[in-house]
């Protein structure tokens, strides 16, 4: 197979393991960096462009879009998908993915465990929101925030209220949610490649800090998930229309709830932890699945 990866660092541990694994395989994949590749979308004909080359050939694409470039990105995926190219995750899935708003809308619907959860545009009715999700402590965060950034603990109805009223001022959207105090700090990632979860950590913060994300010096060790928390990844996952996620859920006395489902989930950390080639589950899974045309969407959303 002749495989695109779209990344902007070729050189991070994920896309290395995924290279790796692929050319011991025998395909070829050539890694692509997004924001250089250029389109022409005239009628009936697309074409994409990347250093004076054109892009064809390809089976299958595996997109690793940063989040800072979610919206050119996508774009670019989208064009290989009207070509008829197998992507891993599809474009519409990954834009729904970066927004956590609609992400909570997506998994609601399904019937997926997840805090509660309240989100307004104004700051006017500040308390009334601060009273739907049960009171303080709660956790506020940014709709497009990723590495523990911009996801803050408020203890108090007033420190809630200010940041409310912070964030309102930036003209930032925001979520407020009921800050599972019982998960002690720690979370659940998940693996899901198609309909499995491949592998599991327990992922937990640097002392003092209630955020658990390694980018901010966490350290994470492999466990064994409950049968409710496996089927609450993968139905995660499917509800948000992606093959391969990381899906991120707290242990809280209501049973597994849903944080955060990461279309681009670093290996790193995941196979350091487990011992489990995920990346060589990815390309099984291509293997399996890839065929021209088979895209959902067909670069429709
Ligand atoms: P990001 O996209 O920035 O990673 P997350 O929603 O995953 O944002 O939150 C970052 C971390 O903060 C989580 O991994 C978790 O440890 C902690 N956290 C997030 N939401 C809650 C919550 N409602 N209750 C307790 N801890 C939370
Ligand atoms: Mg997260």
Same mark, same amino acid.
């Given at each position: 197979?002749?495989?695109? !990866? /779209?990344?902007?660092?070729?050189?991070?541990?994920?896309?290395?393991? $995924?290279? *790796?694994?692929?050319?011991?395989? +025998?395909? =070829?994949?050539?890694?692509?960096?997004?924001?250089?590749?250029?389109?022409?979308?005239?009628?009936?004909?697309?074409?994409?462009?990347?250093?004076?080359?054109?892009?064809?050939?390809?089976?299958?694409?595996?997109?690793?879009?940063?989040?800072?470039?979610?919206?050119?990105?996508?774009?670019?995926?989208?064009?290989?998908?009207?070509?008829?190219?197998?992507?891993?995750?599809?474009?519409?899935?990954?834009?729904?993915?970066?927004?956590?708003?609609?992400?909570?809308?997506?998994?609601?619907?399904?019937?997926?465990?997840?805090?509660?959860?309240?989100?307004?545009?104004?700051?006017?009715?500040?308390?009334? !929101? /601060?009273?739907?999700?049960?009171?303080?402590?709660?956790?506020?965060? $940014?709709? *497009?925030?990723?590495?523990?950034? +911009?996801? =803050?603990?408020?203890?108090?109805?007033?420190?809630?209220?200010?940041?409310?009223?912070?964030?309102?001022?930036?003209?930032?959207?925001?979520?407020?949610?009921?800050?599972?105090?019982?998960?002690?700090?720690?979370?659940?990632?998940?693996?899901?490649?198609?309909?499995?979860?491949?592998?599991?950590?327990?992922?937990?913060?640097?002392?003092?800090?209630?955020?658990?994300?390694?980018?901010?010096?966490?350290?994470?060790?492999?466990?064994?998930?409950?049968?409710?928390?496996?089927?609450?990844?993968?139905?995660?996952?499917?509800?948000?229309?992606?093959?391969?996620?990381?899906?991120?859920?707290?242990?809280?006395?209501?049973?597994?709830?849903?944080?955060?489902?990461?279309?681009?989930?670093?290996? *790193?950390?995941?196979?350091?932890?487990?011992?489990?080639?995920?990346?060589?589950?990815?390309?099984?899974?291509?293997?399996?699945?890839?065929?021209?045309?088979?895209?959902?969407?067909?670069?429709?959303?």
């Amino acid at each position: 197979m002749k495989i695109a !990866l /779209l990344t902007r660092n070729p050189n991070l541990y994920s896309h290395q393991r $995924l290279m *790796e694994v692929a050319r011991a395989r +025998g395909h =070829v994949i050539d890694p692509i960096d997004t924001l250089k590749v250029y389109i022409n979308i005239a009628s009936h004909r697309p074409e994409m462009r990347y250093k004076g080359e054109v892009l064809e050939g390809y089976d299958a694409v595996i997109p690793r879009i940063g989040a800072s470039v979610t919206f050119f990105g996508t774009a670019v995926l989208r064009q290989f998908e009207m070509m008829g190219v197998y992507p891993l995750n599809e474009s519409v899935a990954i834009s729904r993915s970066r927004d956590k708003l609609r992400s909570f809308q997506l998994l609601s619907r399904k019937g997926v465990g997840l805090p509660v959860t309240a989100f307004s545009h104004g700051t006017s009715e500040a308390d009334d !929101l /601060l009273d739907m999700v049960g009171g303080p402590p709660v956790i506020i965060k $940014l709709l *497009e925030g990723t590495q523990g950034v +911009g996801v =803050v603990l408020a203890d108090t109805r007033d420190a809630a209220r200010s940041m409310i009223q912070a964030f309102g001022k930036l003209k930032a959207n925001v979520l407020v949610q009921e800050f599972i105090k019982e998960a002690g700090g720690k979370d659940i990632r998940c693996l899901v490649v198609g309909d499995k979860v491949v592998a599991s950590m327990m992922r937990k913060g640097a002392d003092g800090d209630f955020r658990s994300n390694l980018h901010r010096g966490g350290t994470a060790r492999q466990i064994k998930i409950t049968p409710e928390e496996r089927s609450t990844a993968v139905r995660a996952a499917r509800a948000m229309g992606l093959n391969v996620a990381g899906v991120d859920m707290l242990r809280s006395n209501h049973g597994p709830v849903v944080m955060e489902v990461n279309s681009s989930p670093g290996l *790193e950390g995941v196979e350091k932890a487990t011992g489990i080639d995920v990346a060589g589950k990815i390309i099984d899974f291509i293997e399996k699945n890839a065929r021209h045309g088979r895209t959902k969407t067909k670069g429709r959303g």
